[in-house]
């Protein structure tokens, strides 16, 4: 089961169980309560998407009192719910049936590194409300990976250099550039990474928020955020496996 697929799946236990106390007033699930929602409450992705009243609910005797006071039939109360969590559950919904956002999920929340997860989640909130702040993000996204990696080889590189030669630098120092292979296939798919990155820095100078803009701008749709965000999670995660395998080799 994926990341996202497993926080899906707590958070529709949290809205159970608290339906279902709700409902009856009886519960024997109060410790379960307790240990599922904290994880939600501390996952940027969905924090600020979830119920507020869960910050002072902290068992289902909080909970109890806040909902008996607030509605006074059991049917008030599960509509408030399912409106409550509504947000949330439709985030982590649409997360999970997309394949492209699972391998990254796993990929990128193996990096110890708060601003690959920050960039990563932001790219993935904004893609249908926000498209020029998604490319913003998916490019961020990108730049952070190849800086975690680079301070991992303990490399100095500038910290103003531009997306597509931080990905050379990298590329360079984990054999992935096409220059350092004979095979023309390799050759041609790294030849197409590069393009990929060097495209995406493109893409974001012309469409994102990064820069002002013409009345006669091109703006872009969350079509075109979601094929940014999509490279850029992929060649992160490319990035990132790549990495982590080279370590491997070099403990064992």
């Given at each position: ?129 926000d498209p020029e702040g998604a490319m913003t993000s ?10 975690h990696i680079l301070d991992e080889m303990g490399l ?87 990495w982590e395998l080279r370590k491997a080799a070099t403990?064992?």
């Amino acid at each position: 089961m994926s990341a996202i697929a497993e926080l899906l799946e707590k958070t529709e236990s949290l809205r159970s169980i608290l339906a279902n106390r709700a409902t009856y007033n009886t519960s024997n699930r109060s410790e379960e309560y307790e240990t599922l929602r904290l994880e939600p409450m501390r996952d940027p992705r969905i924090k600020e998407k979830l119920p507020s009243f869960l910050k002072k609910c902290r068992n289902l005797s909080d909970f109890w009192e806040y909902i008996s006071v607030e509605f006074g039939t059991y049917k008030e109360r599960r509509r408030f719910l399912r409106d409550q969590f509504g947000a949330a559950l439709t985030f982590l919904e649409e997360r999970s049936t997309s394949p492209v956002d699972n391998v990254a999920e796993e990929a990128l929340t193996t990096v110890d590194s708060s601003h690959v997860q920050q960039a990563w989640v932001k790219a993935l909130e904004r893609r249908d409300s926000d498209p020029e702040g998604a490319m913003t993000s998916a490019r961020t996204l990108l730049e952070t990976v190849c800086k975690h990696i680079l301070d991992e080889m303990g490399l100095d590189y500038d910290d103003t250099l531009e997306l597509p030669k931080l990905y050379k630098l990298v590329a360079n120092n984990m054999n992935l550039s096409p220059s350092q292979h004979t095979e023309q296939v390799f050759k041609q798919v790294l030849g197409g990474c590069q393009s990929v990155v060097e495209g995406l820095g493109a893409l974001r100078n012309k469409l994102s928020d990064a820069h002002g803009k013409g009345r006669t701008a091109a703006k872009p749709a969350p079509r075109h955020a979601a094929l940014t965000v999509n490279l850029s999670g992929a060649m992160a995660t490319f990035l990132v496996e790549t990495w982590e395998l080279r370590k491997a080799a070099t403990t064992e």
